[in-house]
């Protein structure tokens, strides 16, 4: 391999940009602190990258259309994902994301076709609108206790996800947060949920059981969005006190 220093440009401890477009391994040099904004975009070739310790933020859009990218390995120091950073990175089979990243903005994950599985720490709060849009892939993902905040389009497209089982804390299920995830049996929904919206779960056409962790007044009560159930053969909801509800009450 290469020295990386020979075709990275870094200024004041950020990756700019990559002069290598051609490069399979990256390996960034110590004393980095960011991967700057699209500085690896369009690297197809790239393979592996290793991004040491005292690495703090990975840029928006900074291995965005990287289809060639297998590995990522992400340092405990890195506390800041930006939007759409691995966006379309489609060999990309799994990830590790370090316990300090309280969020998973816009698109970060959006495309990529390979990923199977993906951890995600108890530190994050928030998953922005389209974060693992069509990651076809995925079959499973634990949402973290942490988890206050699902925006829309999450996970719209997901096409292999078999089950969710939505924390205690979040109040809203977005806009198509799970539209089009014709893999999905299983559902789990908090008593947190105030509101499911418009085509939250449409065309999931595989779903057979929807849990409601709370008594029936409380289900009634939920706001429910145009379409946020079509599509699904499921004959109900089931609420803790034994009764089943018909998806459209």
């Not at 709060?125 to 829309?152: H, Q, V």
């Not at 539209?179 to 105030?194: M, Q």
Request: hydrophobic content about 35%; charged content about 20%.
């Amino acid at each position: 391999m290469a020295n990386s220093k020979d075709f990275l440009e870094i200024k004041d401890g950020v990756v700019i940009k990559c002069l290598d477009s051609t490069v399979w391994i990256v390996k960034i040099p110590e004393g980095v602190t960011e991967i700057g904004e699209k500085a690896f975009n369009n690297c197809t070739m790239l393979k592996k990258v290793e991004i040491p310790e005292g690495v703090t933020t990975i840029g928006p859009n900074s291995f965005e259309n990287c289809t060639s990218l297998v590995s990522v390995t992400i340092p405990s120091s890195v506390t800041s994902i930006d939007h759409a950073a691995f966006s379309n990175c489609t060999s990309l089979a799994s990830i590790d994301i370090p316990d300090g990243v309280k969020a998973i903005p816009l698109a970060t994950f959006s495309n990529c076709k390979s990923l199977k599985s993906i951890k995600l720490p108890d530190s994050v709060e928030a998953i922005s609108g389209g974060s693992f849009k069509n990651c076809t892939s995925l079959k499973t993902i634990e949402l973290p206790a942490s988890l206050k905040s699902i925006r829309g389009g999450a996970f719209e497209g997901c096409t292999s996800l078999t089950t969710i089982s939505i924390p205690y804390g979040v109040k809203t299920i977005p806009p198509s947060a799970f539209k089009d995830c014709t893999s999905l049996v299983s559902v789990i929904i908090p008593a947190s949920v105030k509101e499911i919206c418009k085509e939250a779960f449409l065309r999931c056409k595989s779903i057979k059981s929807i849990k409601f962790i709370a008594p029936m007044s409380r289900w009634e009560a939920v706001i429910k969005g145009e379409r946020w159930y079509w599509g699904i053969p499921s004959q109900g909801v089931q609420c803790t006190n034994g009764v089943t509800k018909s998806l459209s009450e």
